[in-house]
């Protein structure tokens, strides 16, 4: 069963859990793939089964190379990413490994690739999708 079947004993959670979803993923400027990527990588940091299923589905109807997923895991040394992608997804590493804080090198490197705004986005894809994981390890 998936988090948002669980929820429905809570509709009101249910349904502005799906609304923020959808401001998360699918509004901003930073692009959908990178934002897919940001999720899957946390999903398998959390070892949430069903959400890197999902995800990893997801990011390919984005596009995103079956390659470029076989490297997800290496990205940091992988020529299959761009150096914007990295660095999403170091904050994507970092911040699920230890909630507190960006490292100095990690938010340099997003401040680099990304304006203000779009690091709003890619922390809030990445705390969400903590959030996300760790609820449905607990309910499913």
Known sequence: MSLFAELTVRPEIARTGAAHVRAVMESGTVQRRTKELCALMVSWLNA???????????????????????????????????????????????LTREPRA?????????????????????????????????SSNALT
């Open 48 to 94: 949430c089964e069903h959400c890197v299923s999902a995800h990893s589905d997801y990011a390919v109807e984005l596009g995103v190379p079956q390659a470029q997923l076989d490297a997800l895991f290496d990205y940091a040394r992988s020529e299959a990413f761009a150096d914007a992608e990295r660095a999403a997804l170091s904050a994507a590493v970092a």
């Open 102 to 134: 960006l490292p100095p090198a990690v938010r340099s490197a997003l401040e680099a690739h990304y304006d203000e705004g779009q690091r709003v986005e890619i922390v809030s894809a990445i705390g969400l999708f903590n959030y996300l994981n760790r």
